[in-house]
């Protein structure tokens, strides 16, 4: 499969069309931003990262009968995936309280949750992604009642499948964000990247981070923690 014309750049990744309409290139970049790209940097060797992990875990979740964007990883960066036009919604999993979620209601972070939450934000870059209600996604026209039905059962899916992949590898799903994509037949699949860049990750047993927290609180080691997911993932 190869790229013709690129069709969008991002702030961790490229999109190229291939001569299969329905077929576009994803290229991770090693650039990292935080903070609504106000804080801007990279991280070496987490292009690859990302690629190889998101392509073994969207793997992992087809067997489990989730459909998503997966086709082919084509080299360490680029993957083929189907051709989606994004539902404008960050789909965030809790299992854990931490981040906005610790900011926003006043608690600490690492308060376990008797039941996983789900939330969405409005994916738009000009309103800082704000919180958003089904019902509003609904008003704007951002989605369908049932594709809001389908994504819900979908993310609460990928959670389960997730918590218990990552429990075994030592390393407790704190929370994550998911983005669908619609196919040219109007079905819904889960698209984008599951990373570190999109997930939190604490080892088990130290709780010590293993993801773009490192990165967007300034503190260090990030590209350690990258490699030892890649580690705990591949065994390499
Ligand atoms: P939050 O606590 O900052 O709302 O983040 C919740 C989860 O979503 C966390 O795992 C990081 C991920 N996330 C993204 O993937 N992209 C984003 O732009 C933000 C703000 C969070
Ligand atoms: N990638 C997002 C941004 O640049 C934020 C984040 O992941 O924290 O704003």
Known sequence: MEKTVQLYEGKAKKVFATEDPEIVIVSYKDDAT??????KGTIVGKGAINNRMSNYIMRLLEKHGVPTHFVE??????TAVKKVSIVPLEVIIRNISAGSFAKRYGV???????????????????LHDPLINSYHALALGLATKEEIETIKKMAFKVNEVMKEYFKGLGVTLVDFKLEFGRLSDGSIVLADEISPDTCRFWDSKTN????????RRDMGGVE??????MRRVFGE
Do not use: Q
């Open 34 to 39: 935080a903070l609504d790209g106000l804080k």
């Open 108 to 126: 600490e972070e690492g308060i376990v949750f008797k039941e996983p939450t789900i939330e969405f934000s409005y994916k738009n870059d000009d």
């Open 224 to 229: 350690d923690a990258y490699k030892e997911m």
């Open 208 to 215: 010590e981070k293993l993801d773009k927290d490192r990165f």
């Open 73 to 78: 990883e084509l080299n360490d960066r680029e």
